[in-house]
């Protein structure tokens, strides 16, 4: 086993990431898609907080063709740390920053015929003996970025068909591929395809059509068409819907130590606010992690693991530091696990996400740079 750590550890908590189990995922992913499909390893935010360089660099290992961030920002980290592969921005770009995108050969993705129209005005040349790679982006309803109607995309042919743009691509978003009604799903999956018909028929040639993400690679195949976008499941986070279809591995462990053990009285108060009260006398231990390490307020009434029990916050989280009640007294140094296994206990992102109303991935992506990650190989 490898084990590498992206910077010196000089506190109590620490995140290990498994990129084995990465790669595990992604080739899992890939088995149970059509031979023909590419596959987009989509590590944005950091890798959803998993490390980019380091889950781009795996998921090259793993036979990802391409690579999908956020924004440029995130294209150029990637760039200037050796990754090759190609990669896609899935947030437009200021139309000035275009000779950036092209000298790093990045793709980038498009929506309106006025973006080009200020992109040439602000580039004043065209880019021969390079050329734009764009991905045209469709909204087939989730509402948030893209073409709705034909009369738009006719608006974008004549800069489409430029000599120096490259069409490598059209694809859309689904807004609930991971839910039990499918119907809405269907309804988007049929709107691409009119709008794919409208490609066809305007003679734009495109590489590569593309819709689904993970939850609905992992449930519906035969949406994969040329390209699927794999992002939460390559770490582990899978549609419940999907859950005894496929078995994805957790990548991201996190764990701390008690920082200090007391006794704390009946009626005593522990944290801002008197949040908590203690009803008996009690044990209460001080954990190293808080908010400003993305471990949000709402995370107040969740649990941790200590020697195999599970124990409760209690009061508010603050800035650096959380408490917890303890069924005994532990020694100073005792690890916590926060997400992860102890003893016959496992607390998932999943779990933890439920005091947000979120998703598992928003757990995973919410920790901040103060929180060091370990690699395991």
Same mark, same amino acid.
Request: charged share 20%.
């Given at each position: 086993?490898?084990?590498?750590?992206? @910077?010196?550890?000089?506190? $109590?908590?620490?995140?290990?990431?498994?990129? @084995? #189990?990465?790669?595990?995922?992604?080739?899992?992913?890939?088995?149970?898609?059509?031979?023909? #499909?590419?596959?987009?390893?989509?590590?944005?935010?950091?890798?959803?907080?998993?490390? !980019?360089?380091?889950?781009?660099?795996?998921? =090259?290992?793993?036979?990802?063709?391409?690579?999908?961030?956020?924004?440029?920002? /995130?294209?150029?980290?990637?760039?200037?740390?050796?990754?090759?592969?190609?990669?896609?921005?899935?947030?437009?770009?200021? &139309?000035?920053?275009?000779?950036?995108?092209?000298?790093?050969?990045?793709?980038?993705?498009?929506?309106?015929? !006025?973006?080009?129209?200020?992109?040439?005005? =602000?580039?004043?040349?065209?880019?021969?003996?390079?050329?734009?790679?764009?991905?045209?982006?469709?909204?087939?309803?989730?509402? %948030?970025?893209?073409?709705?109607?034909?009369?738009?995309?006719?608006?974008?042919?004549?800069?489409?068909?430029?000599?120096?743009?490259?069409?490598?691509?059209?694809?859309?978003?689904?807004?609930? !591929?991971?839910?039990?009604?499918?119907?809405?799903?269907?309804? *988007?999956?049929? %709107?691409?395809? /009119?709008?794919?018909?409208?490609?066809?028929? @305007?003679?734009?040639?495109?590489?590569?059509?593309?819709?689904?993400?993970?939850?609905?690679?992992?449930?519906?195949?035969?949406?994969?068409?040329?390209?699927?976008?794999?992002?939460?499941?390559?770490?582990?986070?899978? &549609?419940?819907?999907? !859950?005894?279809?496929?078995?994805?591995?957790?990548?991201?462990?996190?764990?701390?130590?008690?920082?200090?053990?007391?006794?704390?009285?009946?009626?005593?108060?522990?944290?801002?606010?008197?949040?908590?009260?203690?009803?008996?006398?009690?044990?209460?231990?001080? =954990?190293?992690?808080?908010? #400003?390490?993305?471990?949000?307020?709402?995370?107040?009434?969740?649990?941790?693991?200590?020697?195999?029990?599970?124990?409760?916050?209690?009061?508010?989280?603050?800035?650096? *530091?959380?408490?917890?009640?303890? &069924?005994?007294?532990?020694?100073?140094?005792?690890?916590?696990?926060?997400?992860?296994? $102890?003893?016959?206990? %496992?607390?998932?992102?999943?779990?933890? #996400?439920?005091?947000?109303?979120?998703?598992?991935?928003?757990?995973?992506?919410?920790?901040?740079?103060?929180?060091?990650?370990?690699?395991?190989?």
């Amino acid at each position: 086993m490898i084990t590498t750590v992206a @910077s010196e550890i000089y506190r $109590n908590t620490w995140a290990e990431v498994n990129l @084995s #189990a990465i790669g595990d995922n992604l080739r899992t992913i890939k088995k149970r898609l059509p031979a023909s #499909a590419k596959l987009m390893a989509v590590v944005k935010a950091d890798g959803y907080g998993h490390g !980019a360089l380091e889950t781009a660099e795996i998921a =090259v290992r793993s036979g990802a063709d391409t690579l999908g961030v956020a924004y440029l920002s /995130e294209a150029l980290k990637l760039r200037k740390q050796g990754i090759e592969l190609p990669i896609l921005i899935l947030t437009p770009i200021k &139309p000035q920053e275009v000779p950036i995108a092209i000298e790093y050969d990045l793709m980038v993705t498009v929506t309106a015929a !006025a973006w080009f129209k200020e992109m040439r005005r =602000v580039c004043m040349h065209t880019f021969y003996p390079f050329s734009l790679k764009v991905h045209v982006k469709m909204d087939t309803g989730l509402g %948030r970025l893209g073409i709705r109607e034909k009369l738009e995309w006719e608006e974008m042919l004549p800069w489409l068909r430029a000599s120096d743009i490259i069409v490598d691509g059209v694809f859309t978003h689904f807004a609930t !591929a991971g839910g039990t009604d499918t119907g809405y799903l269907r309804t *988007q999956f049929d %709107r691409f395809r /009119e709008m794919i018909a409208w490609v066809a028929s @305007s003679q734009v040639h495109v590489n590569v059509f593309h819709c689904a993400n993970s939850a609905a690679a992992l449930r519906f195949p035969e949406m994969a068409m040329d390209m699927v976008r794999i992002g939460a499941a390559m770490y582990g986070f899978g &549609p419940r819907t999907a !859950a005894g279809a496929v078995k994805l591995d957790a990548a991201l462990s996190l764990y701390s130590s008690l920082i200090q053990v007391k006794r704390l009285k009946k009626g005593g108060y522990v944290g801002y606010d008197q949040a908590y009260r203690a009803g008996r006398d009690e044990w209460v231990g001080t =954990v190293p992690i808080g908010y #400003a390490d993305g471990w949000s307020q709402s995370l107040r009434h969740s649990q941790m693991i200590i020697d195999g029990h599970r124990v409760p916050v209690i009061g508010k989280i603050g800035m650096d *530091q959380i408490m917890i009640r303890l &069924p005994r007294e532990y020694a100073v140094g005792t690890k916590v696990t926060l997400i992860g296994e $102890n003893g016959r206990e %496992r607390i998932t992102c999943e779990e933890l #996400a439920a005091n947000l109303g979120g998703a598992g991935q928003e757990i995973s992506a919410a920790l901040t740079t103060r929180v060091t990650r370990i690699y395991i190989d």
